[in-house]
Nanobody, 118 residues
Framework: QVQLVESGGDLVQPGGSLRLSCAASPSISSFFSIAWYRQAPGKQRELVASLTHQTTTYYTDSVKGRFTISRGNAENTIDLQMNSLKPEDTAVYYC????????????WGQGTQVTVAA
């Protein structure tokens, strides 16, 4: 059974940092893509960063140079290191994983709230 569990969301001041973690089961090597999305109030969910085939990264323009997606220190986790946070980064952040078993199956975590405010 596929499970994605996010953690690490918090309230942080502008300019601060947070590290989000997505614990995936079964092994993250099962997925060909794991990504972080976010959804701010009143806005559509957007792709923030992705890690494909455990090597290829993608970042949306607004987070380039500030966010880093990588395998986490804990086993079977994908982390999102967020630096120089801005109020516009405030959103619920979701972990997304795609699994190919003849067709693409997509899974979502429950989300973790990130609030950037003074």
């Amino acid at each position: 059974q596929v499970q994605l569990v996010e953690s690490g969301g918090d309230l942080v001041q502008p300019g601060g940092s947070l590290r989000l973690s997505c614990a995936a089961s079964p092994s993250i090597s099962s997925f060909f893509s794991i990504a972080w999305y976010r959804q701010a109030p009143g806005k559509q969910r957007e792709l923030v960063a992705s890690l494909t085939h455990q090597t290829t990264t993608y970042y949306t323009d607004s987070v380039k140079g500030r966010f880093t997606i990588s395998r986490g220190n804990a086993e079977n986790t994908i982390d999102l290191q967020m630096n120089s946070l801005k109020p516009e980064d405030t959103a619920v952040y979701y972990c997304n994983a795609q699994l190919f078993t003849g067709s693409v199956q997509e899974y979502w975590g429950q989300g973790t709230q990130v609030t950037v405010a003074a």
